[in-house]
Every structure is written in C-alpha cells, then in structure tokens.
C-alpha cells in the first residue's frame, strides 16, 4: 500500500497515535489515471483531464495517493528470517498486547526439500493461523473510515474465525449505522521477518464491494528504504488486480519489463521504471493484471479465489497469480516449481534494483479498510471506466462520498471479508 511519507516501524507504542498527523503530508499528492479506459464521472462520459483536488489537471493514472506511511508502529514479534541476503538480520521482537485466543496444537514440521530445491520452513493454516499473527488497533495510516480491533476484541466479536472448512476468516462489523472512527475491522501484521523467500498465499474469498480496499502485501523497516512489495490490492468494485513495489531511490526496473510478464505497467506523471517512492510522489513501479478478469474482487470470489506466488530472491521479484482451477499440482503438493510456472503477473528484476539492498526484514500484512485515501478519494469514488469497474461507486451506492456510505449501510459489506486457507513460506539453499 502506497504511502508518500515516512513509515516508523520502530516507534514505541505510546508514540502509535501520532502517527495520523505524519500521514497528512500526502494529501498533495496527485489523483493518477489508472492505465485501462478512461475514467468515467458518475453523472457523465468524459474523456478530457481530470483535476485532482486541489491539484493540477492530470490524467488519472495507477493508483490515487495512497497514503500507507506510518502503519507499524510495532514490529512484529518474531525473530525468524528466510533468506541470506542483504541486511538479512531480523528486526528485533517488540512487546505487543496478546489477548487470550483459542488453544491450537503446533504447526507440523516442514517438510524436506522439493525437486526444486524450495523447502517450506512455515505453514501457517487452521487454527494456529492467528497464533502468526499481530493485530494491529492503532488509527488507520491510509485515513480510511475503519476501527481495527486488537486480538481480544476480533475474537470475542466475532470479527476472526476458523470455519469448518478450517479456513482463517476475517470479516467487518455490519451494524447498519456506526460513528467513531469508522466501520470495526481487523488488519494483522505477521510476526515472521524474512529477507528473500517464496511465499503462497490461498484465499477463497477476499473483501470486495464499493468502499472496500483491501491489501494482501508487505513492507520493511524505515519505509520506503526497506521496500514494499503490493502483492494482491485494489479498490471498491475492480476486479483486476495491482501488483506494486516502492523504494528508496537507485531502484529501477529494465524498460522491456511488459514483455518478462502478463501484466501491464501503469504509466503515471513520472518515470514508471523508476521505483523511489520520494522521486515519483509515491507512484513506484507497478504492474495491473489485465489478462486475467478474474484476479481480484467479484470474480476471484465467483471461481473460489486461488493461490498467488511471491518470489523474493537473488534476480528479482516476482508475482503469479493462480485461479482456483488452474493452480500447479507442485503448489498443492508443498513442493513448487517457479521455473515452470511461466511468466508472472508483475516482475522486478534484479538488473537494476537489487532485492536485497531495496528490500530487505519485511512482513506480510492482511488489511481491510474502506475509503481512506484510495477507495474513497473523488477521482476514484465519482468515477468508473478503470480497472474492470464500469460505473462509479457514486452511481452505484447513491453517495457522493464514500465516507458517508461506509457509516450507513453496514448490511451492503457482508462481502468485505478474507477467507484464507494459509500462508506458505519456503526457502532455497542457493537462489535465495
């Protein structure tokens, strides 16, 4: 998740709410057009420049703004790494707040090397899923219109569960109307710190609808200089997926990087094969999935969602994307095979941009906000024609702002929820 300012993941808690205040200094950054058609105000077809509040005119591009600088003010409480690379170390553990959660038994062993070498050091899945996991109950970083409840708080409200599939569910509060901060949700933090890896996510379902903005991703220490990797994001209704990465300058990614992946580069105002967050107003680099209609929102859910891949290792980074269908027998028996996968989603190669030096001590995060500084901002909500998402968010809810809607239509997010089935880490004694 974007963010044009500074992420403090070693702040001390009791620093954890002045974290808001930081987070304002992106609100001059621009809404950019995302690289489909173009966008679509609620009440008429336009296809000139649109001018971003209180901005320039400016064709929208890839994502608006999106404020993500400051969200962990703690760090996550494992001292666990998968690869050797750069400034591999891990980030020391930090105290957190542990409510009581269900008893589990332990995580089986990992299993031996595969044929290709990747040997899974981490399951997280049935019940022990939350065990991995911090929740975070801080203010939103991305302004979003969301309460996140801690560890307590989510169980005994029912907000986390383990269904009789054994799946990790994360849902929201429905109540029709709601104040205070926003709309009760959960975000976790993962308390594994790694540098270099494969990591597998499976979900079967993932929060979707207007006013929604959910993130599965990643992010390191000092943002943007430990990196983040945007695994699986989007906004309100859209179903086509946005892979992304954001760094500290010197990353750049090789100008025929469309033709080693499926996906497509967002073009923005800035160099889009330069990823420094501070030089591009947080644009970064980042790849949409225009291929496949069914990578993100509505229609991942339709087919029962899949698996997506994240490779971390000495050339590169790269995502994939598998639909519930299609997903590679070597992923479902615990022992995969990148090599035979074919091209990626989004790929940012090592040529230019070395994965252990622009990213490095990173932990996957689960979030589940709505409006906030994408999903709710006026060049996204009033607008539609982007992304597989034909008609405006205003058209469809009949609120002109998303803020509004969130508050008052708590039965309309019965579908903003994650059912995940786990999350998989492996490691390689040489290509990591």
């Known amino acids: 998740m974007l963010l044009a300012n500074y992420l403090i993941p070693l702040l001390p808690l009791t620093s954890a709410l002045s974290l808001h205040g930081l987070a304002r200094r992106t609100h001059q950054a621009l809404a950019l057009r995302l690289s489909s058609p173009e966008a679509t ?4 077809k336009r296809s000139h ?36 690379g750069f400034n591999a170390n891990p980030i020391p553990a930090s105290s957190t707040t542990a409510s009581p959660v269900p008893t589990s038994s332990p995580s089986p062993s990992p299993k031996p090397a595969s044929n290709s070498g990747w040997r899974m050091t981490d399951n997280w899945s049935g019940n022990t899923f939350f065990d991995n996991w911090d929740f975070w109950s ?27 599939k054994g799946n990790a ?10 104040g ?11 308390k594994k710190v790694f540098t270099g890896g494969l990591v597998l996510m499976d979900a079967w379902h993932m929060p979707t609808g207007c006013g929604t903005w959910p993130a599965w991703w990643m992010n390191g220490p000092n943002w943007p200089y430990g990196g983040e990797i945007d695994i699986l994001e989007g906004v309100n209704e859209f179903s086509q997926n946005q892979v992304s990465v954001h760094t500290g300058s010197g990353c750049r990614i090789p100008w025929n990087t469309n033709e080693l992946q499926t996906g497509v580069l967002t073009t923005g105002g800035f160099d ?12 970064g680099c980042g790849t949409r999935d225009l291929k496949s209609g069914q990578s993100y929102g509505k ?56 994965p252990y030096k622009f990213f490095h001590d990173n932990f996957n995060i ?54 995940v089935s786990y999350v998989k880490y492996f490691t390689h004694p040489t290509l990591v």
């Open 41 to 44: 105000p609620a009440s008429e």
């Open 49 to 84: 420049l649109v001018s971003p509040k209180g901005g320039k005119a400016k064709r929208l591009v890839r994502k608006t703004v999106k404020k993500r600088a400051c969200k962990a003010p703690t760090v996550p409480a494992a001292n666990t790494t998968i690869g050797g």
């Open 138 to 164: 801080y203010d939103d970083p991305t302004h979003g219109t969301v309460d996140y409840q801690d560890r307590g708080q989510s169980w005994d409200q029912g907000l986390v569960s383990t269904n009789s």
């Open 169 to 178: 569910v994360m849902k929201v509060d429905t109540t029709q109307h709601i």
């Open 180 to 190: 205070g901060r926003g709309r009760k949700a959960v975000r976790l933090h993962g």
């Open 272 to 283: 889009s094969y330069n990823c420094a967050s501070y030089e591009t107003a947080n644009q």
């Open 299 to 354: 229609p991942f859910n339709d087919i029962g969602g899949g698996v997506y891949a994240l490779l971390w290792a000495k050339n590169g980074v790269r995502v994939w994307w598998f639909p519930r269908y299609a997903i590679p027998a070597d992923i479902s028996a615990e022992q995969p095979n990148p090599d035979s996968w074919g091209l990626p989603v989004g790929t940012f190669v090592s040529d230019l941009c070395d």
């Open 366 to 419: 689960f979030t589940n906000t709505f409006c906030g500084d994408w999903a709710g901002a006026d060049g996204i909500w009033n607008y539609g024609g982007f992304a597989g998402q034909d008609k405006s968010c205003a058209a469809i809810t009949g609120y002109s702002k998303c803020d509004d809607y969130v508050r008052n239509e708590g039965s309309k997010f019965n579908d903003a929820f994650w059912e």
